[in-house]
Nanobody, 124 residues
Framework: QVQLVESGGGLVQAGGSLRLSCAAS????????MGWFRQAPGKEREFVAA????????VYADSGKGRFTITRDNAKNMVYLQMNSLKPEDTAVYFC?????????????????WGQGSQVTVSS
């Protein structure tokens, strides 16, 4: 089973960009589908983006379509979330998640491995 560590969060002005990184341990990273979720204060954790184990297919929540891009580098055991045109409503703790499987997955319950989260704050 992989272990996940996110990085790259921070404070950015509205309209700015951030790239989150998620480093995975283990030699079987290429067997895991990956996803990004976020949780704003007082709200439930929600789906942001997901990709298949090869990175060949991706899916996004409506809130991030056209602004966010999920990619992965299996040689480096990394998955990324590029976030552009950030809005104050994007402020949240962002989590990467992993599960063994051949598809992409958009529900929290479908993932069994989570990182500790990375804070993203977008100021207006």
């Amino acid at each position: 089973q992989v272990q996940l560590v996110e990085s790259g969060g921070g404070l950015v002005q509205a309209g700015g960009s951030l790239r989150l990184s998620c480093a995975a341990s283990g030699r079987t990273f290429g067997s895991y589908a990956m996803g990004w979720f976020r949780q704003a204060p007082g709200k439930e954790r929600e789906f942001v983006a997901a990709t298949t184990r090869s990175g060949g297919r991706t899916v996004y929540a409506d809130s991030g379509k056209g602004r966010f891009t999920i990619t992965r580098d299996n040689a480096k055991n990394m998955v990324y979330l590029q976030m552009n045109s950030l809005k104050p409503e994007d402020t949240a703790v962002y989590f990467c998640a992993a599960r063994f499987g051949s598809s992409y997955y958009t529900s929290m319950s479908e993932y069994n491995t989570w990182g500790q989260g990375s804070q993203v704050t977008v100021s207006s």
